[in-house]
């Protein structure tokens, strides 16, 4: 895909494709003028260099936006809101100001998220880097249901993380879409997509299922060298 900034822009409509949080200083972010060319390159690392060059901060989640989609963007001397327009457009993705923040969505959410974003704006809280997070609530067992302590609770390819307490129970913030990993040492390791709940209950399965077995693997390890070692001798 290629983007090119022509002298006629093609504007969104500011009641579907831009949503602006009044009032302060948005029109001063939006109006800012950058160049910026960029071939093939991925949109979050596009965003990175708006970022530094305009001097404002993205909020998005990776889960959500086609960050690793690769454009072509070549601008100069544009004003951020119509380079965020040519960017964001083709993607449905929708952005909202708020001071020095700027929120990616997808249209889809814009209901949901817009509400919450003008509860922060109006209590003049900062957007949180975690916006897009849930809590997530489990426990964590044996296979015969007693509780496990410490077992390691992290977050694939991030580095949140958490382990459970006394009573087997832990707490993390995770995004629909990623994936939560649960270890233990002697345990099999065991791993969970974050869907539309916001508690499970994770069983995890020792890795020797008994003594016993134990016990014949080293027999049957202690028959077959002994078995050669005669061999050798004959």
């Known amino acids: 895909m290629r983007i090119t900034a022509l002298p006629l822009l093609l504007m969104l409509n500011p009641g579907k494709g831009v949503q602006a949080a009044p009032p302060g200083n948005i029109e001063d972010v939006l109006d800012k003028k950058i160049s910026l060319v960029a071939e093939q390159k991925e949109v979050k690392t596009i965003l990175s260099e708006i970022s530094k ?3 404002i901060k993205f909020v998005y989640s990776a ?3 086609p ?3 690769k454009v072509s963007l070549l601008v100069h001397d544009q004003r951020v809101g119509d380079v965020l327009n040519l960017l964001l457009g083709p993607l449905d993705v929708l952005y ?9 969505m997808k249209r889809s959410e814009q209901d949901n998220l817009i ?8 209590e003049k809280k900062e957007i949180p880097a975690n916006l897009f997070f849930k809590t997530i609530t489990g426990k964590v067992t044996n296979e015969k249901g007693e509780p496990l ?30 994936t939560v990993e ?3 040492v002697g345990f099999q390791p065991y791993s969970w997509q974050v869907g539309a709940t916001n508690t499970v209950t994770v069983e995890l399965l020792p890795l020797v299922a008994s003594i016993s077995e134990v016990v014949v693997m080293l027999w049957m390890d202690f028959l077959l060298a002994t078995c050669q070692q005669l061999i050798q001798e004959i």
């Open 115 to 122: 509400l919450r974003l003008k509860d922060l704006s109006d």
């Open 63 to 65: 889960q959500r936006i």
């Open 149 to 178: 302590e410490g077992a390691s609770i992290t977050v694939k390819g991030t580095t949140r993380g958490t382990t459970s307490n006394l009573s087997g129970a832990f707490s993390i913030e995770a995004e629909v879409g990623e």
């Open 96 to 104: 909202y100001v708020s001071g020095s923040q700027i929120v990616l």
């Open 53 to 55: 060059l305009a001097e």
């Open 67 to 69: 960050t690793r989609k």
């Open 182 to 184: 649960f270890s233990m």
